[in-house]
Antibody
Framework: EVRLEESGGDLVQPGGSLRLACVASGFTFSSYWMHWVRQVPGKGLVWVSRIHGDSVSTAYADSVRGRFTVSRDNAKNTIYLQMNNLRVEDTAVYYC????????????WGQGTLVSVSS | DIQMTQSPSSVSVSVGDSVTMTCRASQNIGNWLAWYQQKPGKAPKLLIYSASSLHTGVSLSVSGSGFGTDFTLTINNLQPEDVATYYCQQSNSFPPTFGGGTKVEIK
């Protein structure tokens, strides 16, 4: 069974930093691209970032490029999202998700972790 | 970025009836379209990929169709457990983008 479990969400002040983690199980982790998607409570889904299985390639939404960094540790079946210089508008539930066939279709999602940015 | 527009934004349907919702892309995306279901307070779940292929374990009452710019998701014999918001998402061009969602409620 594919399982994804996020952690690390918290309340942080504007300008602060946070690192999210997503632990995966139930599949050959290193073979899959992984993504982060966020959702402001009550609003729609917004893609944030992607990392390839070998970590060589990463990609970001314009709204977070230069502030967020995605990484992974295939030995620990874990991906991370380092979030720096956080803004109020970064407040959202952050989901990690597995890419079905490395074509940006997300077949399994974690339960999400809430990041709140407020003074 | 490719814009994805879903309609209607919400719909109310009787148990046992069918519901069809649409998703329109701002440019041709071929069949690079997925549909997700998100129940209240839960994570999204993949229903359909490649516009019409059913994800593992998804009920046969769900179907998708379309190509190019116009796509539809149909749920037959609607049940109370189908109450959710449904999102489309294109993966033809970077960045992947989602529609605004269609909220399905029971009448």
């Amino acid at each position: 069974e594919v399982r994804l479990e996020e952690s690390g969400g918290d309340l942080v002040q504007p300008g602060g930093s946070l690192r999210l983690a997503c632990v995966a199980s139930g599949f050959t982790f290193s073979s899959y691209w992984m993504h982060w998607v966020r959702q402001v409570p009550g609003k729609g889904l917004v893609w944030v970032s992607r990392i390839h299985g070998d970590s060589v390639s990463t990609a970001y939404a314009d709204s977070v490029r230069g502030r967020f960094t995605v990484s992974r540790d295939n030995a620990k079946n874990t991906i991370y999202l380092q979030m720096n210089n956080l803004r109020v508008e970064d407040t959202a539930v952050y989901y990690c998700a597995r890419d079905r066939e490395n074509y940006d279709t997300l077949d399994y999602w974690g339960q999400g972790t809430l990041v709140s940015v407020s003074s | 970025d490719i814009q994805m527009t879903q309609s209607p934004s919400s719909v109310s349907v009787s148990v046992g009836d069918s519901v069809t919702m649409t998703c329109r892309a701002s440019q041709n995306i071929g069949n690079w379209l997925a549909w997700y279901q998100q129940k209240p307070g839960k994570a999204p779940k993949l229903l359909i990929y490649s516009a019409s292929s059913l994800h593992t374990g998804v009920s046969l009452s769900v179907s998708g169709s379309g190509f190019g710019t116009d796509f539809t998701l149909t749920i037959n014999n609607l049940q109370p457990e189908d109450v959710a918001t449904y999102y489309c998402q294109q993966s033809n061009s970077f960045p992947p983008t989602f529609g605004g969602g269609t909220k399905v409620e029971i009448k």
